[in-house]
Structures are given as structure tokens and as C-alpha cells.
Nanobody, 128 residues
């Protein structure tokens, strides 16, 4: 069974940095895009960032642009989300996702229904 596995979550203070990882299991992530989403308590899951697999174009939500950086290392079959300048509003469960069946329209990267494979999530808590 193919899956994505997130790691790297934890507890941090405002202003701290954290790097999340998303590793593909039983498939080659190199040929697929990677999206990162987050879900805070009582809120809907929202798109955070996205990276293509062909030209490595990146996209960010307004709330994280300039603070977060998405990247990928195909040799490690892993994607990353580097989070800098944390604030308490970043507290959420973070999920990575991809689309394995068919091509994805990059302009719709923020739409949850465009992804068909999700990780289990990793908790990020920012508190002073």
C-alpha cells in the first residue's frame, strides 16, 4: 500500500524554526507534485504550499509566504516544509499530499479534492 509519512512536528516558541518531512513509501515521489496543508482545531484544512515535480515551481498561501519554504529531495524520496518565524497561528496538524492518478492542474494546487493520497499528519504547536 502506497503512503506518505510526515515527521518533524513538535512544540516550539514564537520565532522558532521547524522543518517537516514527507517521505513516500512504496512509490517514487520524484514523478509527483507535493502539497502541504494544515488543520487548526475547529477549522477547515487549508492549503499551505505546493511544489511541482517537473520544474520545481513553488506556491504559497498568503499566510506563510516569506516564512515557509517548500522543497524536495528526490534522492531521498522526500519533500520538506521549512517553517521559520513561527507564531501561535501556525499551530495545527500539518499534512502532505500528492496526486497519483492522472495529472494535476497546478493552478488548483490549493484544492483538497485534487489530491488522492495523504499522510497521517504531524502536530505542530507554537506557544510561549
Amino acid at each position: 500500500q502506497v503512503q506518505l509519512v510526515e515527521s518533524g512536528g513538535g512544540l516550539g516558541k514564537p520565532g522558532d524554526s521547524l522543518r517537516l518531512s514527507c517521505t513516500a513509501d512504496r512509490f517514487d515521489l520524484e514523478w509527483y507534485p507535493i502539497g502541504w496543508f494544515r488543520q487548526a482545531p475547529g477549522k477547515e484544512r487549508e492549503a499551505v504550499s505546493f511544489i511541482t515535480y517537473i520544474d520545481l515551481t513553488t506556491y504559497y498561501s498568503d499566510s506563510v509566504r516569506g516564512r515557509f519554504t517548500i522543497s524536495r529531495d528526490n534522492a531521498k524520496n522526500t519533500g520538506y516544509l521549512q517553517m521559520n518565524s513561527h507564531n501561535p497561528e501556525d499551530t495545527a496538524v500539518f499534512y502532505c499530499a500528492t496526486r497519483l492518478a492522472g495529472r494535476m492542474t497546478n493552478s488548483r494546487w490549493f484544492a483538497r479534492d485534487k489530491y488522492d493520497t495523504w499522510g497521517q499528519g504531524t502536530q505542530v504547536t507554537v506557544s510561549s
